[in-house]
């Protein structure tokens, strides 16, 4: 069982910067990514982005967040971070940490734990 607690979550203004984490704890399986999906009320949740532990760290992006956010991950602290800059009142979500299960990386379906979610606003 792998649990996952994010954090970093909040209220910025629109243009700012924030940076949310991960630490994934418990039986962790790196032959799987992470990643990060978010819903806002009334929406289906989304995938953000995702990295993979292993190898070269591959990194995929949602189009409507590439060239302002970036995952990252830090191994010795099973942690994965989404850096979130440039935000936009329509980044305005819960954003939650995800382990993955399957292969695609895009489709909720392939996420086998999710985090609690952490909630993200940003004004204008």
């Known amino acids: 069982q792998v649990q996952l607690v994010e954090s970093g979550g909040g209220l910025v203004q629109a243009g700012g910067s924030l940076r949310l984490s991960c630490a994934a704890s418990?039986?962790?399986?790196?032959?799987?990514?992470m990643g990060w999906f978010r819903q806002a009320p009334g929406k289906e949740r989304e995938f953000v982005a995702a990295i993979r532990w292993s190898g070269g760290g591959s990194l995929y992006y949602a189009e409507s967040v590439k060239g302002r956010f970036t995952i990252s991950r830090d191994n010795a602290k099973n942690t994965v971070y989404l850096q979130m800059n440039s935000l936009k009142p329509e980044d305005t979500a819960v954003y939650f940490c995800a382990a993955y299960v399957g292969i695609e990386i895009s489709s909720p379906v392939s996420v086998g734990f999710w985090g609690q979610g952490t909630q993200v606003t940003v004004s204008s």
């Open positions: 418990g039986r962790a399986s790196r032959a799987y990514p």
